[in-house]
């Protein structure tokens, strides 16, 4: 359901970046989401001056500050919320409000957001012309498609292990070139030391994901 403020409207269009300034950082929220069957949960997104606002409110503030404003759009009268879950990406001492952007002129210069995701290679000692990953890059700014989504730093974190598995996983019998014979050594990993390796990735992408 969007919000529309019809009394910013002629503001917003002289001075766009100040028409919520030294307002209640409600105004600032534009659209809010249902979700669920029945509908159990609302969700609303701002940033800004205004998500920094609200972070210091306590729940029970934003409570009463949320269920106004749909009272106010609705007509209806809005039932005490159960639970509140809100972000505090801000105030999060690991991030501070951080967040991955591409610049105005990423894409003019002919870069594409996969090629974070591009590994720093090195060869195999073992096995002689074999190009090895040796650096390997994760988080959603190196999604191409879930670009600053949670989904998409899940996923570029099994595509990293999945590159580890294949490494790993690989037949080290075949003879290295120009040698007639099996490449020394091997991988030195059994298959449950590579499995652990992928639980490791996954365990600290979760971490990450809850700072």
Same mark, same amino acid.
């Given at each position: 359901?969007?919000?529309?403020?019809?009394?910013?409207?002629?503001?917003?269009?002289?001075?766009?970046?100040?028409?919520?300034?030294?307002?209640?950082?409600?105004?600032?929220?534009?659209?809010?989401?249902?979700?669920?069957?029945?509908?159990?949960?609302?969700?609303?997104?701002?940033?800004?001056?205004?998500?920094?606002?609200?972070?210091?409110?306590?729940?029970?503030?934003?409570?009463?500050?949320?269920?106004?404003?749909?009272?106010?759009?609705?007509?209806?009268?809005?039932?005490?919320?159960?639970?509140?879950?809100?972000?505090?990406?801000?105030?999060?001492?690991?991030?501070?409000?951080?967040?991955?952007?591409?610049?105005?002129?990423?894409?003019?210069?002919?870069?594409?957001?996969?090629?974070?995701?591009?590994?720093?290679?090195?060869?195999?000692?073992?096995?002689? &012309? @074999?190009?090895?990953? /040796?650096?390997?890059?994760? =988080?959603?700014?190196? +999604?191409? $498609?879930?670009?600053?989504?949670?989904?998409?730093?899940?996923?570029?974190?099994?595509?990293?292990?999945?590159?580890?598995?294949?490494?790993?996983?690989?037949?080290?019998?075949?003879?290295?070139? &120009? @040698?007639?014979?099996? /490449?020394?050594?091997?991988? =030195?990993?059994?298959? +449950?030391? $590579?499995?652990?390796?992928?639980?490791?990735?996954?365990?600290?992408?979760?971490?990450?994901?809850?700072?």
């Amino acid at each position: 359901m969007p919000f529309l403020w019809t009394e910013d409207s002629n503001v917003s269009k002289t001075d766009p970046e100040r028409r919520y300034a030294g307002r209640q950082w409600t105004r600032a929220i534009d659209e809010i989401k249902v979700f669920g069957q029945p509908a159990f949960t609302i969700s609303g997104f701002l940033g800004g001056r205004h998500g920094i606002d609200m972070e210091t409110l306590t729940d029970e503030e934003v409570i009463a500050n949320m269920t106004s404003i749909i009272g106010q759009f609705t007509k209806l009268a809005v039932p005490q919320p159960l639970k509140l879950l809100r972000g505090q990406w801000h105030s999060n001492p690991n991030f501070r409000g951080t967040h991955s952007y591409i610049s105005e002129n990423f894409f003019e210069n002919g870069f594409k957001l996969a090629d974070l995701a591009e590994p720093e290679w090195t060869y195999d000692s073992l096995i002689s &012309g @074999t190009k090895v990953s /040796a650096l390997l890059f994760a =988080g959603e700014a190196t +999604h191409d $498609t879930y670009f600053s989504h949670v989904t998409g730093a899940v996923d570029s974190g099994i595509r990293e292990a999945s590159r580890i598995i294949k490494y790993y996983s690989r037949d080290t019998s075949t003879p290295a070139p &120009g @040698t007639g014979s099996p /490449a020394p050594g091997g991988s =030195g990993l059994s298959l +449950h030391q $590579t499995n652990l390796i992928v639980l490791v990735i996954m365990f600290a992408v979760v971490i990450y994901q809850q700072l």
